[in-house]
């Protein structure tokens, strides 16, 4: 076993494909093959499972990944300290639900980075495909959340995924609206105040289930709904068309502008958001100063974070 075997099995795991690693490495695509055949066949396990979509980690595959990026990090740490040599192009991925706070973090990493070069990855993006994207390790972190409807199922599917939840901090629901909105003044709304407006809410594409949904309250019928796949969509039909959404509250004007506000729906419901991580697997460095800026951007909003003791999860 080599470094650079380590850093070829990194190399995939961050494009998600033998093929695109491959251009990044500048070496041919049956040559990573081979190293990474190669390697399996030393180890004695296969990392890589081939399927009809293309490669993902094994289960076993996840876990050997987590000792290869410490092992890599590391080496170049050494290989900094004591070669001078310039650090390597930070690495990071991230699939979240659609929050501000999240790409506000996401913002703050990014600009903190003492480093010239980075690829990182933010997907805001359907719940079943965070699940998948830090089940297979395509993403370190994935942004989700837990309530009263959802969190059986949805702590079932992690459970069986080997993924484990880290609350954040509990959200009281709040409706996204225009700031021209006819319910904009009011300091509180009931669901029933918004019968008449468009409901938005994000496409789930083929795991389409009211428990993978990013809205709560999402089995209550609506007379007007439109689905949509982005924040930028979503907002500006609730611009255009009165429309509104539910989600946590917390909204960056830097991000999102003053044409969007959030009222308190009046509900007994919450939201606990936190992050999922894969259980065979340590964050890398870069991933983890990622939650502590997710933490210092909530702890700004006025959230409490809800400590490691007081999990609920």
């Known amino acids: 076993m080599t470094l650079q075997q380590l850093k070829y099995i990194l190399t995939i795991v961050n494009h998600g494909s033998i093929s695109e690693a491959a251009k990044q490495l500048f070496i041919s695509q049956p040559s990573l093959s081979s190293a990474v055949k190669e ?13 009809s979509r293309g490669i993902v980690l094994s289960n076993e595959g996840a876990e050997f990944l987590s000792y290869a990026r410490q092992v890599v990090e590391q080496s ?11 650090p390597s192009k930070k690495l990071c991925s991230i699939s979240t639900q659609h929050y501000a706070f999240a790409v506000q ?24 495909e965070i699940i998948e994207d830090v089940r ?19 702590e079932k599917i992690l459970k069986e995924s ?12 709040h409706v996204f609206i225009s700031s021209a909105h006819p319910l904009a003044k009011k300091s509180i709304l009931d669901i029933s105040d918004l019968d008449d407006y468009p409901c938005l809410a994000f496409e789930q594409g083929e795991y389409n289930s009211f428990y993978f949904s990013e809205e709560i309250l999402s089995t209550r019928s609506q007379k007007k709904k439109i689905l949509v796949s982005d924040r930028a969509t979503l907002f500006n039909l609730a611009i255009g068309l009165n429309g509104f959404t539910i989600s946590s509250g917390v909204l ?62």
């Open 39 to 51: 390697l399996e066949q030393e180890i004695g396990i296969e990392i890589f499972l081939r399927t």
């Open 76 to 86: 170049e740490l050494l290989e900094q300290r004591y070669m001078n040599k310039k």
């Open 105 to 128: 973090a996401f913002v703050g990493l990014l600009k903190d980075l003492n480093t010239n070069e980075y690829e990182c990855t933010l997907r805001e993006t359907r719940t079943h």
């Open 136 to 154: 297979y390790m395509r993403s370190e972190i994935g942004i989700l959340y837990l309530n009263d409807f959802n969190r059986k199922v949805i």
């Open 162 to 173: 080997e993924l484990q939840f880290h609350p954040l901090f509990l959200a009281e629901p």
């Open 252 to 313: 960056n004007e830097d991000l999102n502008g003053e044409q969007i506000i959030s009222v308190r729906l009046n509900t007994d419901e919450h939201m606990e958001i936190g992050y999922i991580t894969n259980k065979k697997a340590n964050l890398s460095q870069l991933a983890a100063s990622y939650v502590s800026k997710l933490k210092s951007v909530i702890s700004d909003f006025g959230y409490p974070i809800i400590r490691q003791e007081d999990e609920l999860v």
